[in-house]
T-cell receptor, first 116, second 113 residues
Framework: DADVTQTPRNRITKTGKRIMLECSQT?????MYWYRQDPGLGLRLIYY???????NKGEISDGYSVSRQAQAKFSLSLESAIPNQTALYFC???????????????FGEGSRLTVL | KQEVTQIPAALSVPEGENLVLNCSFT??????LQWFRQDPGKGLTSLLL?????REQTSGRLNASLDKSSGRSTLYIAASQPGDSATYLC????????????FGAGTTVTVRA
């Protein structure tokens, strides 16, 4: 079983619909992240969370919201999807406990979202 | 703002040739640099992580070097195999925002049998 699991893996939806992407992890990491990947642009950070009570915006948070339901669960919502949110979305985790902190990120397999 | 560039965007080599992948970044004040591999339709797999105090890291056929002063990292893959075909991304973490990784767009490698 994957350490970082994303659901759904693929989703096609229509403009204006609400969409939720879910992420769960078994690595026991405190920090969780949502990224989107677009061709030729690399990965861009949408939101990140350092613990259940700590949620922060990344560089492209407009049009998105998140919820950290538990240490192991971090979901991303698109309240009203639009076509330019068509992308590959990744959840990632990292540990924060010193002195072993390295900042190394571990990724899920991605959720491909298409907004028509 | 940290900018990360990977050139070339795509690379094709015959099997057995050594691969050299380049990553450059604009701000030399980095915390660490991480190399990832991404297979089509898959997530990112961490290959190597180099801390800012290190000059290189090795894992099997992979070797990554870091030259902060020139803002460069190079990933070497020895004796390439068709299974090495993938997209390779580098990402730089800056100390001012230790959560934030700045990603390059990646180099897509094809190793021809």
């Amino acid at each position: 079983d994957a350490d970082v699991t994303q659901t759904p893996r693929n989703r096609i939806t229509k403009t204006g619909k609400r969409i939720m992407l879910e992420c769960s992890q078994t690595k026991g990491h405190d920090r969780m992240y949502w990224y989107r990947q677009d061709p030729g642009l690399g990965l861009r950070l949408i939101y990140y969370s350092f613990d259940v009570k700590d949620i922060n915006k990344g560089e492209i948070s407009d049009g998105y919201s998140v919820s950290r339901q538990a240490q192991a669960k971090f979901s991303l919502s698109l309240e009203s999807a639009i076509p330019n949110q068509t992308a590959l979305y990744f959840c990632a985790t990292s540990e924060s406990t010193l002195p072993h902190y390295t900042g190394e990120l571990f990724f899920g397999e991605g959720s491909r979202l298409t907004v028509l | 703002k940290q900018e990360v560039t990977q050139i070339p965007a795509a690379l094709s080599v015959p099997e057995g040739e050594n691969l050299v992948l380049n990553c450059s970044f604009t701000d030399s004040a980095i915390y660490n640099l991480q190399w990832f591999r991404q297979d089509p339709g898959k997530g990112l797999t961490s290959l190597l992580l180099i801390q800012s105090s290190q000059r290189e890291q090795t894992s099997g056929r992979l070797n990554a070097s870091l030259d902060k002063s020139s803002g460069r990292s190079t990933l070497y893959i020895a004796a390439s195999q068709p299974g090495d075909s993938a997209t390779y991304l580098c990402a730089v973490r800056s100390p001012s925002n230790d959560y934030k990784l700045s990603f390059g767009a990646g180099t897509t490698v094809t190793v021809r049998a």
